[in-house]
């Protein structure tokens, strides 16, 4: 059984100087033992580039923890984008808000949040990673499934400044659940996922115009349990 996407939302104040942090709520209630993914992404020129995002919720109390690394992208130009996802699993059911901080002001802030199925006491991430770009016209993410049915999602991140409109187009099979292209001199973000039919390692690529900065973060994440099957040598019983 895959983990199934429920629903999302985003904050954005791109552009809005002295940001440093930002709340948005979920349109419906969480459903009881989802798992929420958290994107954050400040736009923080000024020193030191290392901020701290702390995440909380009004509904849950939940420890939303940080997932892989954080990532600081600078595209040669003297402007320095940071990145970061969190992650909480088990969440209580019911109306929710997500408030994510950073202990510095940034030109931008943008949070988006997403709400996938979960079940109670089974850990939903599988694994995780998060190369980064600046000016790549096709970046690509390598996720690796373990088992079947496995829910991929990615979130991109473009910036374009190069004087046009920014458009993306997302890996094949891919469905985009929420997001918009970068204007001119704009930021935007998107979140991309796909259920993989198959335990695989593959790379997950995205076709790009008018773009400075370019990040994607895979996230792999399951409802399901995952058995390891262990043959038992020379044991046998025989009932009569």
């Keep these: 059984m895959s983990a199934t996407y429920i629903q999302s939302a985003e904050h954005g104040n791109a552009g809005v100087s002295g940001g440093s942090g930002a709340t948005v709520a979920f349109g419906s209630p969480n459903t009881a033992h989802s798992t929420i993914l958290v994107f954050v992404t400040t736009d ?3 020193a030191p580039h290392t901020p701290t995002f702390i995440v909380t919720d009004s509904n849950n109390g939940a420890v939303y923890i940080q997932v892989g690394s954080y990532v600081r992208v600078d595209d040669g130009f003297g402007d320095k984008t940071s990145f970061a996802v969190l992650m909480a699993a088990d969440v209580l059911a019911g109306a929710n808000s997500v408030t994510a901080l950073t202990d510095q002001s940034a030109l931008g802030f943008n949070v988006m949040i997403a709400e996938y ?12 990673n998060s190369p980064g770009g600046a000016g790549t016209s096709s970046p690509s993410v390598t996720l690796t499934t373990t088992a079947a049915n496995q829910m ?54 995205f076709t790009q115009t008018g773009v400075q900065i370019d990040w994607a973060f895979g996230v792999v994440i399951t409802d399901a349990p995952i058995f390891t099957f262990v043959p038992q040598v020379g044991a046998f019983f025989c009932g009569i």
């Design 44 to 46: 923080n020129n000024a």
């Design 117 to 128: 199925s979960g079940n109670a006491g089974i850990p939903p991430l599988i694994g995780s």
């Design 152 to 205: 991929a999602a990615i979130f991109f991140h473009q910036a374009g400044w190069d004087g046009t409109n920014g458009t993306v187009t997302g890996p094949s099979g891919f469905t985009r659940r929420i997001g918009f292209n970068p204007t001119v001199g704009g930021v935007g973000t998107q979140l991309w996922d796909k259920t993989i039919a198959a335990p695989s390692t593959a790379s997950y690529g």
